[in-house]
Nanobody
Framework: QVQLVESGGGLVQTGGSLRLSCAAS????????MGWFRQAPGKERECVAA????????YFADSVKGRFTISRDNDKNTVYLQMNSLKPEDTAVYYC????????????????WGQGTQVTVSS
């Protein structure tokens, strides 16, 4: 059983930056692909970024390409989401998830989820 704990969310102005972290415990972190998802009120959960277990492959949603980067440190059992040039439409609860070994944007491919961290971008 893998436990995931997100941190780093908060309130930021348009154009600002935040770095989210997700610390994993209870499993073999390096065997899992990791994803960052977000869900805004009234909207479906969407994948914004994903990374394969060895960082060889990544995925980014079109809406965040060029602004967000994903990385992982398998020695620290942590995955990061660096968010730059934030926009009000990035406001959502952000979740990290662990699942299949490759980078995939499908929620059904992820077995473990964190509790989420709120990101609010003010205009």
């Amino acid at each position: 059983q893998v436990q995931l704990v997100e941190s780093g969310g908060g309130l930021v102005q348009t154009g600002g930056s935040l770095r989210l972290s997700c610390a994993a415990s209870g499993g073999t972190f390096s065997s899992y692909g990791m994803g960052w998802f977000r869900q805004a009120p009234g909207k479906e959960r969407e994948c914004v970024a994903a990374i394969s277990r060895n960082s060889g492959n990544t995925y980014f949603a079109d809406s965040v390409k060029g602004r967000f980067t994903i990385s992982r440190d398998n020695d620290k059992n942590t995955v990061y989401l660096q968010m730059n040039s934030l926009k009000p439409e990035d406001t959502a609860v952000y979740y990290c998830a662990a699942g299949v070994t490759y980078a995939v944007p499908l929620p059904l491919k992820y077995d473990y989820w964190g509790q989420g961290t709120q990101v609010t971008v003010s205009s």
